[in-house]
């Protein structure tokens, strides 16, 4: 595996919201591959945050790929304008869509990547309806919502049974994983087959973010 064949995306989440074109800037600068955006509506997590003009306008900062994590009700009906606002890719929660083809279709038809959220104790074989449709699937391995929380080692079985069914039937689908990364248990979550981490502590309270970046690497 080539240094560069893991993805490193920053969540914004840790990011200071009056500021965020500077820690945008922070994110790229520090090598990052793509900018992870988290998107809570007080509903489906008990947290609030931004909404389209903030995809809109930190797209206006960065050239980097906007990854956007909806954890909100109903997906389907906003996934369109996230795009429009400046997704590149869009993952939504299995737990909180009823309509999970035409979902990740209208992601498609509006031009940017599909994925899929499992929640931690959400298993695997809900999605696998769905894999072949799938451009990411997105493990959280925290319960959504805040950042800053530990890690749940269990959720890599669920890595594992992904990547194995990603080879036998030759899906081409990133596996991501969202929620208390650190440079510790980065190597065991690459090795069980992630090749996407999103990270927002473990970035945004290092003092040097590149290092950071390159230990997560
Ligand atoms: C949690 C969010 C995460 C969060 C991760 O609901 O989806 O993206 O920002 O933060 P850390 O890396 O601090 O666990
Ligand atoms: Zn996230």
């Known amino acids: 595996m080539t240094k560069r064949s893991v993805k490193i995306a ?3 989440l840790s990011a200071d919201f009056s500021n965020m074109a500077a820690g945008v800037k922070r994110a790229e600068a520090a090598g990052a591959d793509m900018i992870h955006c ?4 007080g509903v489906f997590v008990p947290n609030l945050t931004f909404g389209f003009k903030m995809i809109e306008d930190i797209k206006k900062s960065t050239r980097l790929p906007l990854d956007v994590h909806l954890m909100i009700v109903e997906p389907e009906r906003y996934v369109e ?4 606002a400046g997704a590149d890719i869009v993952t939504f929660h299995i737990e909180a869509c009823k309509s999970v083809p035409e979902t990740l279709a209208a992601i498609k038809a509006a031009g940017a990547r599909r994925g899929l959220v499992i929640n931690p104790h959400t298993p695997v074989d809900g999605i696998l309806p769905y894999l072949k449709d799938c451009d990411m699937v997105l ?3 925290v319960m959504p919502g805040f950042g800053g929380q530990k890690f749940m080692p269990h959720v890599l079985d669920k890595v594992r049974t992904l990547k194995k069914i990603a080879v036998e039937k030759n899906y081409t689908f990133d596996i991501e994983i969202d929620g208390g990364i650190t440079i510790e248990n980065a190597s065991e979550v690459k090795a069980a087959g992630v090749n996407v981490i999103v990270a927002g ?3 945004f309270a290092a003092k040097d973010m ?3 970046v390159e230990g997560l690497r």
Not at 38 to 41: G, N, S, W
Not at 81 to 84: D, P
């Open 210 to 212: 590149k290092a950071a």
């Open 81 to 84: 304008r996230f795009v429009k």
């Open 201 to 203: 502590n473990t970035l």
């Open 10 to 12: 920053p969540s914004i």
């Open 139 to 141: 493990v959280m391995s």
């Open 38 to 41: 988290d998107v809570m509506d």
